[in-house]
Nanobody, 127 residues
């Protein structure tokens, strides 16, 4: 049984940092990309960052480029999202996912039929 367990969310002030973690159990990461989506209240879910299984290729939403860094620890089967210089507009529920297909725009990224989702972790940034 595949399970994605997320942690690291919380509340910070603008300019602060958080690191999200997503540990996969019962799953071998070797297909497409793994990474993060987010959804703010009243908004559609959008891709934030994803990383290839070998770690050589990453994609980011334009709004987080240069502030967020995604990485993958093969030994721990864990994906990290280091979020620096956080802004109020980063406030959202963040979801880890596997088998991400990074289509033309982060708003059109999707999770393939064999993909899985985490339960979500809340990030709140106050001004």
């Amino acid at each position: 049984q595949v399970q994605l367990v997320e942690s690291g969310g919380g509340s910070v002030q603008a300019g602060g940092s958080l690191r999200l973690s997503c540990t996969a159990s019962g799953y071998t990461y070797n297909r497409n990309y793994m990474g993060w989506f987010r959804q703010a209240p009243g908004e559609e879910r959008e891709g934030v960052a994803c990383i290839s299984s070998g770690g050589s290729t990453t994609y980011y939403h334009d709004s987080v480029e240069g502030r967020f860094t995604i990485s993958y620890d093969t030994a721990l089967n864990t994906v990290y999202l280091q979020m620096d210089s956080l802004r109020p507009e980063d406030t959202a529920m963040y979801y880890c996912a596997t088998d991400i297909v990074p289509a033309s725009s982060p708003r059109t990224w999707y999770v393939g039929d064999s993909g899985y989702w985490g339960q979500g972790t809340q990030v709140t940034v106050s001004s």
